[in-house]
């Protein structure tokens, strides 16, 4: 596992889970379904900054910014409103470019976060981490598993594929059923 692009060919890998918004890259690409991104905080960041309500109070807020390993790209804080994706730049003092390292600084207070839900269902459960302004999450991300090609298509893939979409279900309950799953039919594009 890792945060960064693997290449499928050159690194001889059967096939890949991205997550967000995909590249026109040729290979054949299986929705898996959406993770829901929830905006959290630490107590104890939250006892020193005050709990913002809404978008306008980030300017008062710190982040933990989250570079993309591929690109480099520091991204955007980000909400729907009105149906439409709204982006703003954080302040922050640290840029994380790992999953695990982004939910470590959260949790030491650092700054504000969006996250997969999944991610921190533990820590919000146990007090840890807190979700903030609920009614101005993120888009959810999609998922998409990525392989090669269709010919040969191994049954070991297929088994793992439709592994892996059960699990993810299960792990993400406000998932809504890939196509595949709901319909019986293959979902690959």
Known sequence: MT???VNLIEDSVDC????????????VARRIGELALINVA????LARHGTPQAPADLGA??????ASPSSGRTEAWEW??????????????????SAEAYIACCLAGIGLI???????AGHLATGELVEVMPAHRAAPLPMTLLYPHRQHLSRRLQVFADWLTGLLQSACPSMPPSPRAASGGRAIA
């Not at 630490?42 to 960041?45: E, G, M």
């Open 80 to 97: 729907v409103e009105d149906g439409a994706v709204r982006t703003l730049p954080m302040r922050g003092r640290v840029t994380a470019n």
């Open 114 to 120: 969006q996250i997969p839900a999944y991610d921190v």
């Open 16 to 27: 890949v889970l991205r997550v967000g918004p995909l590249t026109d890259s040729g290979l």
């Open 3 to 5: 945060d960064r692009a």
């Open 42 to 45: 630490s107590p104890a960041y």
């Open 61 to 66: 807020h710190l982040a933990v910014n989250y």
